[in-house]
């Protein structure tokens, strides 16, 4: 797919939630220059991600520019109108700063809502494994904020509340009766394998979480704030490598006889296909020797209006547990 398509396409995947990139997105497909800066992305880094989080960053950090009166994550009353003149205006101007950004940063959002599709898939294995405790290993886990899942609480508006912390991840349930225990199910160990974990202890690394989600998310902007201080308070273990080739070795640093969860969200979008394939091989091989399950939240599923849906693997077939909306905001617990 060529660039300006992948704009269009990024414009058509705002439609209804971000109406601000809609715009702009539109905008970049058929603005020459624009096209010309996001190609300084590499291509498998989805560079309307990363232009868009480029320039929101900037705008985060501080700026006068008239662009900024159009993101609510910057001002308290933005403007309405084409935001598209002040976009192209401001990647003019800003470009010496944009370039290094568009090199070296990825898509890494973490959407710590999806915790909430995780906590019932977690007790769901853990019923499968008789309560043992788990260790959980999560492939692209950008900042670790969900391999913090059990130090927040949850709240899925049906007068329980899951967790004893104070900083509450909502959702709602729209079908189906996920499992839901009072207790957490318990972690023998939990560690993230990322390309390049991002660390919440680093101003500019929690600057490119923030520019990562789209300025109307004013919920998820708080969301983020919130588990960013707790995970500062409890670093999770993150190591940096390659998903696919890191995992064997990182299995082997757990002991045969722990049950172990491994998990994805959001992350095998941005596998080549051979790794995808490689990864489900490993993953396999892997279950053929322990006790190992897998949830994977990665396919589309048009039946759920488009929802994600997270993938379970027993250790001998594949089964869909739930759907959830891509951010965590609902989800539908699968018969
Ligand atoms: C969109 S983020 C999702 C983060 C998190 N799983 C979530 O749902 O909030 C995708 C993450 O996968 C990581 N990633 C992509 N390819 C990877 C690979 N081959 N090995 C390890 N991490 C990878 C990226 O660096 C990024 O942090």
Redesign the pocket.
């Known amino acids: 797919m060529n660039l300006s398509a992948r704009f269009e396409g990024f414009a058509e995947w705002c439609d209804g939630t971000s109406p601000l990139y809609e715009c702009i997105s539109r905008g970049v497909a058929s603005d020459a220059d624009l096209l010309s800066l996001a190609e300084e992305v590499p291509s498998e880094r989805s560079p309307p991600h990363v232009l868009l989080a480029a320039v929101h960053s900037r705008l985060l950090a501080d700026t006068d520019h008239p662009l900024a009166d159009y993101y609510p994550s910057v001002t308290d009353d933005p403007a309405e109108g084409d935001p598209f003149p002040a976009f192209r205006d401001f990647c003019a101007e800003y470009e010496d700063e944009l370039l290094p950004v568009l090199h070296s940063r ?6 710590v809502r ?1 915790c909430t599709v995780l906590f019932p898939a977690f007790s769901h294995v853990s019923r499968e494994v008789g309560g043992e405790p788990l260790a959980l290993v ?5 900042a670790g ?2 391999l913090c899942w059990n130090r927040y609480a949850y709240d899925y508006g049906d007068a329980s509340r899951y967790g004893t912390g104070e900083f509450a991840l909502d959702s709602e349930i729209r079908g189906g009766s996920p499992p839901l225990p009072d207790e957490f199910p318990p972690v023998a160990s939990h560690v993230g ?4 974990p991002l660390d919440v202890r680093d101003e500019a690394d929690v600057l490119w979480l923030r520019a990562l989600v789209w300025p109307e998310h004013g919920d998820r902007h708080r969301l983020l704030a919130g588990a960013a201080e707790i995970a500062q308070h409890h670093p999770p273990d993150l190591r940096q ?4 080739e890191s995992l064997p070795d990182v299995l082997r640093e757990i002991p045969n006889d722990v049950p172990v969860c491994v998990f ?4 095998r979008y ?2 080549p296909e051979s ?1 995808q394939e490689r990864l489900g091989e490993r993953i396999e091989e892997a279950a053929e020797r322990r006790t190992l399950h897998w949830l994977s939240g990665h396919e589309a599923a048009a039946e759920w209006d488009n929802a994600l849906t997270l993938r379970w693997f027993d250790g001998e077939e594949y089964r869909r547990l739930a759907a959830y909306e891509q951010h965590g905001k609902w989800l539908r617990w699968l018969p």
Do not use: F, H
């Open positions: 990825r898509t890494q959002t973490n959407a999806r999560e492939l692209g886990p950008s904020l969900n394998i990322d390309l390049n490598g390659d998903a696919v994805d969200t959001q992350m941005q596998l790794a």
